[in-house]
Structures are given as structure tokens and as C-alpha cells.
């Protein structure tokens, strides 16, 4: 009897020190600056431009551009080079860097010589750090630059290191404000718009819907080429049988006299006279 006691004696005992010991606590989570921490990951891409360039170049997201010239641009994508889409509204500048093996890259911009020519942008390629946390995909790093211009220029885009980029370009000759596309016109009708013209001399020509010339008229812009030069006009014309037709801006080459279409907009006509 005496041994049974002394046995349920010890049991207790070896549950109550089981019971009494200090129980593990789960780690604290790791606070900031912990040498364990690893970061935030990098933004895909990286631009960047150099503050005493912004006031003659900005940085733009491609959903800014004109659809017309994102167009243009969408058939150089992922190529590497630099190409160039001169309009009356601004000069833009498309740059790719090219494949690179992981997010991170970027461009950029760091010298803007508009006296030389051509002009020539100066830019850099960013470069990740190895600690640096990265997307672990391929990437093409592009920036767009938007350059206010008054005048038509050839351009060249080089590295630091002496690289010049291979380049596209292109030139808008002339946009029309008015009319608009598919506008019914007045008799007399405005126009106006911007236009690069030989010493600023060009026509306007009302074509109906079977390419018969209805009336041409000749203007002068407030500039010649290479700049882009202003115009505003009224023109009246003859009362055309056709219900549509299309209203064109153009000049005709100093070197052989051929006319030269710059611009057109569809139109309607009121068939009315004044």
C-alpha cells in the first residue's frame, strides 16, 4: 500500500514541473531595417530626366499621345532605337532600350543640344544594383519625350558613351482645326490650321465625291518652312451638284511644280450660297 502511495506521489509531482515550465513564445516580427528585410521591389521600369531639361522636354505616358502617332509608334515596338514623330503640336520621341533580362532598366534623359545638327539627345541606360529586387521577367524598357517645336528638324539620339541609336522618323506637313472630318461646311468656309510650306505659300483645293476639282485657291502662311506656319481664311467657292466631298491643303514643289497634298478632311456641302 505504502509503495502504490509513493507511486501516485511521484506522478503528481513529474505533472506539476511539466506544467510549471516556461512555454516557448513565437518570434517577434522582424521590424524595419532588419538585415533579414528584404525591400520593395523596383518599378518595372525607370525613367528619369535631368531638372534643368524639363523646361524643353517632359517625360509623357503613351495614353497622352495622339492615336495617330501611337500608331506609328506601335510598329517599332520593342526595337531598339530611337524614332521620332514631328507634328505641328509637338516633336515626339519615342526611345527603346531593347530586351533586357529583368525589370529594373530604365532610361535616362541627360543633355538636350538643340544647337547642333541635328539635335541630339544625350541619354544614359539605368541599370539595376545586384541587391536591388527586380521583376524576374524579360523587359523592354521605352520612354516618350514631348518637345515643344516651332519648325522641323532632324534629330539624333545618342548614349553617354558615344552610341548612337538607330533612328526612324517622320513629318506631319500640315494638320487642319477647320473644318473637321465629316463637317458640313458653309459657303464661304473658314480654314485653318498649321502647314510647312515653301516660303508659305500653298492652295487649298474643294474636291466633290467623283474627283472633280470644284475650286482652288492660293494662301500664305504667317511662316515658310521649316517652320510651321499659321493660317486662317474664309473661301467661298461654286455651289457643287455633289452632296460630299473633301476639303485639301497642299503645295505645289518648287522644284517641278507638282502639286503636293498635304493634308485632306472629308465634308459635306449645304449646297447653299451667300
Request: net charge negative.
Amino acid at each position: 500500500m505504502r509503495k502504490i502511495s509513493m507511486l501516485i506521489m511521484s506522478i503528481f509531482l513529474i505533472i506539476v514541473m511539466v506544467a510549471c515550465q516556461p512555454q516557448e513564445q513565437p518570434a517577434p516580427p522582424q521590424q524595419n531595417g532588419d538585415p533579414t528585410d528584404v525591400g520593395e521591389e523596383l518599378p518595372n521600369e525607370q525613367h528619369e530626366i535631368k531638372e534643368d531639361l524639363r523646361d524643353r522636354m517632359r517625360i509623357v505616358e503613351e495614353a497622352t499621345v495622339p492615336e495617330s502617332i501611337r500608331e506609328w509608334f506601335q510598329q517599332f515596338e520593342n526595337q531598339e532605337g530611337a524614332y521620332i514623330h514631328q507634328h505641328p503640336d509637338a516633336t515626339y520621341v519615342k526611345i527603346n532600350a531593347g530586351e533586357r533580362p529583368t525589370g529594373g532598366y530604365g532610361i535616362r534623359v541627360v543633355d538636350y543640344d538643340e544647337e547642333e545638327y541635328p539635335r541630339v539627345i544625350y541619354i544614359e541606360y539605368m541599370v539595376p544594383d545586384d541587391e536591388d529586387v527586380v521583376t524576374q521577367a524579360i523587359a523592354y524598357p521605352s520612354v516618350i519625350l514631348q518637345i515643344d517645336t516651332d519648325m522641323a528638324a532632324e534629330y539624333e539620339v545618342r548614349t553617354t558613351e558615344g552610341e548612337e541609336l538607330p533612328t526612324e522618323s517622320t513629318l506631319v506637313f500640315a494638320t487642319l482645326e477647320l473644318p473637321e472630318e465629316n463637317q458640313e461646311i458653309d459657303n464661304p468656309v473658314e480654314v485653318r490650321g498649321r502647314i510647312i510650306a515653301f516660303e508659305g505659300a500653298f492652295v487649298v483645293r474643294i474636291i466633290d465625291d467623283e474627283d472633280e476639282l470644284i475650286h482652288e485657291e492660293h494662301l500664305q502662311a504667317d511662316a515658310g518652312g521649316p517652320y510651321w506656319g499659321n493660317f486662317q481664311d474664309e473661301i467661298r467657292y461654286p455651289v457643287p451638284d455633289a452632296e460630299e466631298g473633301r476639303l485639301e491643303v497642299g503645295e505645289y514643289s518648287a522644284k517641278d511644280g507638282e502639286y503636293i497634298m498635304r493634308e485632306q478632311v472629308s465634308v459635306r456641302f449645304k449646297n447653299t450660297s451667300q
